[in-house]
């Protein structure tokens, strides 16, 4: 008791707290204003340690000196501090009082205006690079892996700062050993800088050569060549990506200026190992074969090196690779077993290594998802990783596809924008996009989408076609339905996208124009290529199509051809599923369209009315909204008096990829639905298509 009240006698609980207020109140001007003048993070976290080690300091010279109106003094003995005048004990108290007061008022106005936000990157200007594919100066082309290996792992190394955005390896593969003008690569990649390389390895040797450019002016930023000893390669790579931060004067934080510097392993044979099987899997459409060869290759790694995160990493992708291609085929539980058992050995490795990475983060969100089936851990990982790595493409489309599982389509959207700025050239996101814009019926930001696209792909004739049918679609009038005609009769089908989207788009303006029979002679052979990339497997969608021409054609006296492709589309769905069947559906639901038109419709009623639940119930993505489109137009075929129920219960769905205009702009697939009352009137108090359906004969 008698140190307490001589601490307070001498002031050392008001110094420690004045010390305190001032302390706060300078770091949170150092956060102001350190970003404006550029002053890196790290400096930040050098003022707070100062303030730390003062701090005991402070409390020393609070018990040796006072502060009275004569000046700083050696602190009285308590016989003449008690003859002290009384302001002089209230001074300090009111100098507290004020700092106190000034701490509070700058915290309210800190979250009012968001004072201190820029200290995070997301806040400030980021800068978006798009690192282009290195040119391989090896001698031997089998090397070839390893100059892949060096360009994506240094996109990954500079992905790990939070203020960087770095395009997908997918949207710079284009240019790979390009000599063009970069500023139009900056224009069509909307990047802020590019960075060029080469590589060569020989011996024990290597040679890195840089350049990094603002694509704006074609200005060089930096350029180095490094030249070292192979063993060197992650110091090398670390001082790139270092200097990069540098020259964009980048806060790193001491986890990202850490994760800059760490070399992924000492045993580079560990490392060419690990390469050759990312390589394997980064292969379009990477084969079970692939997969297994690249499960072999990483597991030597991991036994050469066990404390290499990345490779346990890309363990547990392999494996959930290899299970979802064992999980179609029959017979295939034990091995099923193994390759679920060693996913989560690697799984358990890569935390116990690393358990904050992002990239084992991401793959712990691959193994819930793929292998678990657990969609809310993996939600969880992969928001982890993307909060940790905002420029992981792969991480971001996961997590969209869970959102839009969870009928979560405005987070869904604002992720896949995101991604689609950093990866303009990769299809599963600009697919994944354009679906959900259909999804929400934002065909008002559909359009210029689809045109963007168009500027990316020139080639690819059908996103213009696509563009002018959603914009029909937006405004149900005569007039977008003859601009959507004639860009339809204008383009031609040159590659396989082209090929489905712009016959499909044909059918429906063949219909309407009375020209079944022109458009017929041009079908047959389409899709083949198609469905022999798929192992003989139909693709849903392609079976749909197969099913409804033949309908088309029995309507029109064509008997024998409908037949025909009726008998091929039971022969491939029918067909024992095999490792090239990427999309995997119940075969059951098309079979009821197929018995109705091949002469059975009471069977079709029996098995369409044992499938309805469990097809309205299906909230797998994207196969539950494929199989209840299917189901509709099989109810307006077979129950014709149930389709209103039905067309409520698919359409009103969050998840649907049939919605009330595209029934509208495709009527000959819903003959009945069309007769509906209900539904008629749902198109008068819409009032966008009445006019086009008056004129066609539908209203």
Same mark, same amino acid.
């Given at each position: 008791?008698?140190?307490? %009240?001589?601490?307070?006698?001498?002031?050392?609980?008001?110094? /420690?707290?004045?010390?305190?207020?001032?302390?706060?109140?300078?770091?949170?001007?150092?956060?102001?204003?350190?970003?404006?003048?550029?002053?890196?993070?790290? =400096?930040?976290?050098?003022?707070?340690?100062?303030?730390?080690? *003062?701090?005991?300091?402070?409390?020393?010279?609070?018990?040796? =000196?006072?502060?009275?109106?004569?000046?700083?003094?050696?602190?009285?003995?308590?016989?003449?501090?008690?003859? +002290?005048?009384?302001?002089?004990?209230?001074?300090?108290?009111?100098?507290?009082?004020?700092?106190?007061?000034?701490?509070?008022?700058?915290?309210?106005?800190?979250?009012?205006?968001?004072?201190?936000?820029?200290?995070?990157?997301?806040?400030?200007?980021?800068?978006?690079? $798009?690192?282009?594919?290195?040119?391989?100066?090896?001698?031997?082309?089998?090397?070839?892996?390893?100059?892949?290996?060096?360009?994506?792992?240094?996109?990954?190394?500079?992905?790990?700062?939070?203020?960087? #955005?770095?395009?997908?390896?997918?949207?710079?593969?284009?240019?790979?050993?390009?000599?063009?003008?970069?500023?139009?690569? *900056?224009?069509?990649?909307?990047?802020?800088?590019?960075?060029?390389?080469?590589?060569?390895?020989?011996?024990?040797?290597? #040679?890195?050569?840089?350049?990094?450019?603002?694509?704006?002016?074609?200005?060089?930023?930096?350029?180095?060549?490094?030249?070292? #000893?192979?063993?060197?390669?992650?110091?090398?790579?670390?001082?790139?990506?270092?200097?990069?931060?540098? %020259?964009?004067?980048?806060?790193?934080?001491?986890?990202?200026?850490?994760?800059?510097?760490?070399?992924?392993?000492?045993?580079?044979?560990?490392?060419?190992?690990?390469?050759?099987?990312?390589?394997?899997?980064?292969?379009?459409?990477?084969?079970?074969?692939?997969?297994?060869?690249?499960?072999?290759?990483?597991?030597?790694?991991?036994?050469?090196?066990?404390?290499?995160?990345?490779?346990?990493?890309?363990?547990?992708?392999?494996?959930?690779?290899?299970?979802?291609?064992?999980? %179609?085929?029959?017979?295939?539980?034990?091995?099923?077993?193994?390759?679920?058992?060693?996913?989560?050995?690697?799984?358990?490795?890569?935390?116990?290594?690393?358990?904050?990475?992002?990239?084992?983060?991401?793959? &712990?969100?691959?193994?819930?998802?793929?292998?678990?089936?657990?969609?809310? #851990?993996?939600?969880? +990982?992969?928001?982890?990783?993307?909060?940790?790595?905002?420029?992981?493409?792969?991480?971001?489309?996961?997590?969209?596809?869970?959102?839009?599982?969870? *009928?979560?389509?405005?987070?869904?959207?604002?992720?896949?924008?995101? !991604?689609?700025?950093?990866?303009?050239?990769?299809?599963?996101?600009?697919?994944?996009?354009?679906?959900?814009?259909?999804?929400?019926?934002?065909?008002?930001?559909?359009?210029?989408?689809?045109?963007?696209?168009?500027?990316?792909?020139?080639?690819?004739?059908?996103?213009?076609?696509?563009?002018?049918?959603?914009?029909?679609?937006?405004? *149900?009038?005569?007039? $977008?339905?003859? /601009?959507?005609?004639?860009?339809?009769?204008?383009?031609?089908?040159?590659?396989?996208?082209? &090929?489905?989207?712009?016959?499909?788009?044909?059918?429906?303006?063949?219909?309407?124009?009375?020209?079944?029979?022109?458009?017929?002679?041009?079908?047959?052979? %389409?899709?083949? /290529?198609?469905?022999?990339?798929?192992?003989?497997?139909?693709?849903?969608?392609?079976?749909?199509?197969?099913?409804?021409?033949?309908?088309?054609?029995?309507?029109?006296?064509?008997?024998?051809?409908?037949?025909?492709?009726?008998?091929?589309?039971?022969?491939?769905?029918?067909?024992?599923?095999?490792?090239?069947?990427?999309?995997?559906?119940?075969?059951?639901?098309?079979?009821?369209?197929?018995?109705?038109?091949?002469?059975?419709?009471?069977?079709?009623?029996?098995?369409?009315?044992?499938?309805?639940?469990?097809?309205?119930?299906?909230?797998?993505?994207?196969?539950?909204?494929?199989?209840?489109?299917?189901?509709?137009? !099989?109810?307006?075929?077979?129950?014709?008096?149930?389709?209103?129920?039905?067309?409520?219960?698919?359409?009103?769905?969050?998840?649907?990829?049939?919605?009330?205009?595209?029934?509208? !702009?495709?009527?000959?697939?819903?003959?009945?639905?069309?007769?509906?009352?209900?539904?008629?009137?749902?198109?008068?108090?819409?009032?966008?298509?009445?006019?086009?359906?008056?004129?066609?004969?539908?209203?």
């Amino acid at each position: 008791m008698k140190l307490i %009240k001589e601490l307070q006698r001498r002031n050392v609980f008001k110094g /420690a707290l004045a010390y305190v207020v001032f302390s706060w109140l300078l770091l949170q001007i150092v956060s102001i204003i350190f970003p404006i003048l550029q002053i890196a993070m790290a =400096y930040q976290r050098w003022v707070f340690i100062a303030l730390l080690i *003062g701090f005991p300091i402070w409390l020393v010279i609070s018990w040796i =000196y006072e502060w009275t109106p004569e000046g700083i003094r050696t602190t009285a003995d308590a016989k003449d501090a008690e003859q +002290a005048p009384p302001q002089a004990k209230t001074r300090s108290t009111r100098y507290i009082i004020f700092g106190l007061t000034l701490a509070l008022a700058l915290l309210l106005a800190d979250k009012a205006f968001n004072l201190t936000g820029s200290v995070d990157g997301e806040s400030g200007k980021l800068s978006t690079i $798009a690192v282009l594919p290195f040119t391989h100066q090896s001698a031997s082309e089998e090397d070839t892996f390893f100059t892949e290996g060096v360009h994506e792992d240094l996109m990954t190394r500079l992905a790990g700062v939070k203020e960087f #955005r770095i395009m997908s390896k997918s949207s710079v593969l284009p240019y790979r050993d390009y000599e063009g003008d970069l500023k139009d690569v *900056g224009r069509k990649l909307n990047a802020d800088f590019i960075m060029q390389g080469s590589v060569r390895r020989w011996q024990d040797q290597i #040679r890195i050569s840089i350049q990094f450019i603002e694509s704006q002016t074609d200005q060089v930023v930096w350029s180095h060549e490094y030249n070292g #000893r192979l063993e060197n390669l992650f110091a090398l790579q670390a001082d790139i990506a270092t200097v990069i931060s540098e %020259k964009l004067q980048a806060n790193l934080s001491l986890d990202e200026a850490r994760e800059l510097e760490a070399a992924p392993t000492e045993n580079l044979a560990a490392y060419d190992d690990y390469l050759k099987a990312r390589n394997l899997l980064n292969q379009p459409r990477a084969s079970y074969e692939d997969i297994t060869s690249s499960i072999a290759l990483l597991e030597k790694a991991v036994r050469a090196d066990p404390g290499f995160v990345k490779a346990w990493a890309l363990l547990v992708t392999a494996n959930g690779g290899a299970y979802n291609q064992l999980s %179609k085929l029959e017979g295939q539980e034990a091995r099923m077993q193994e390759v679920r058992e060693a996913a989560e050995l690697a799984l358990q490795k890569a935390k116990s290594l690393a358990p904050s990475s992002w990239d084992v983060l991401s793959e &712990e969100g691959v193994y819930y998802m793929l292998i678990e089936k657990d969609p809310l #851990r993996a939600l969880k +990982a992969f928001e982890q990783a993307l909060e940790q790595n905002p420029s992981d493409v792969l991480t971001m489309r996961n997590l969209s596809q869970l959102y839009v599982s969870f *009928g979560e389509l405005d987070k869904a959207q604002d992720i896949l924008e995101r !991604a689609f700025k950093l990866t303009q050239t990769n299809g599963f996101i600009s697919y994944g996009l354009s679906f959900v814009y259909e999804l929400k019926g934002e065909y008002a930001k559909m359009v210029p989408f689809l045109e963007r696209l168009a500027e990316l792909y020139p080639e690819q004739k059908h996103y213009l076609v696509e563009a002018a049918y959603y914009k029909f679609l937006e405004s *149900g009038s005569q007039e $977008a339905f003859e /601009a959507f005609r004639q860009r339809v009769e204008t383009s031609n089908a040159e590659n396989p996208w082209d &090929e489905r989207a712009i016959k499909n788009m044909e059918m429906t303006v063949a219909m309407f124009s009375g020209e079944f029979d022109a458009y017929h002679r041009d079908w047959k052979g %389409k899709h083949q /290529a198609h469905i022999a990339d798929h192992g003989d497997w139909m693709c849903p969608l392609v079976a749909n199509d197969f099913i409804n021409q033949s309908r088309l054609l029995l309507e029109h006296q064509q008997e024998g051809e409908a037949a025909a492709i009726l008998e091929e589309v039971r022969n491939i769905v029918l067909k024992p599923i095999n490792p090239n069947s990427v999309c995997v559906f119940n075969p059951q639901v098309y079979l009821p369209k197929v018995d109705f038109l091949s002469g059975e419709p009471e069977v079709a009623a029996q098995k369409i009315e044992a499938l309805a639940l469990p097809v309205l119930q299906n909230e797998s993505f994207p196969l539950g909204a494929v199989e209840r489109s299917v189901l509709l137009q !099989a109810v307006d075929l077979i129950l014709p008096e149930k389709v209103y129920y039905y067309y409520e219960q698919v359409v009103k769905q969050t998840i649907s990829m049939t919605s009330f205009e595209s029934i509208c !702009a495709d009527p000959w697939n819903y003959p009945n639905l069309m007769k509906d009352p209900r539904f008629i009137a749902e198109i008068r108090q819409d009032g966008r298509f009445v006019d086009f359906l008056q004129a066609n004969g539908f209203l």
